[in-house]
């Protein structure tokens, strides 16, 4: 089963590698499509670093709206307009295609006795 996972980041250079890294090992994710919404951090150079090791694409967000005022409502719809997007690329290539943040870790249930 070949398995993608497309999420949408903004800053979030610290966590790329380790989160990469943890879903590659624990569920052989085969490749990861990022959208940098606007970053101010390293992150694209982050994930240039990364793409030696790994299967990553990114893409950058339609700045659509400011952040000001109603932050939820612009980055909902950026998310929206970018999973769409995600989705429809990736559809014909993979088996499954999970959407989540950096900050979500599916997290194997390991039984210790």
Request: glycine residues 4%; negative net charge; aromatic residues 18%.
């Amino acid at each position: 089963m070949k398995i993608a996972i497309i999420t949408q980041i903004r800053n979030e250079s610290k966590r790329l590698k380790e989160w990469i890294k943890f879903h590659h090992f624990f569920y052989d994710v085969d490749h990861f499509l990022f959208y940098l919404d606007n970053p101010e951090d390293d992150s694209e150079h982050v994930l240039n670093e990364l793409k030696k090791d790994y299967s990553i694409d990114y893409k950058f967000t339609n700045p659509i709206g400011e952040y000001n005022g109603n932050y939820c409502m612009v980055a909902t719809e950026r998310q929206r307009i970018s999973f769409k997007d995600g989705f429809e690329s990736l559809r014909n290539e993979f088996d499954w295609i999970g959407i989540f943040d950096v900050d979500e870790w599916i997290v194997p249930n390991i039984i210790v006795y």
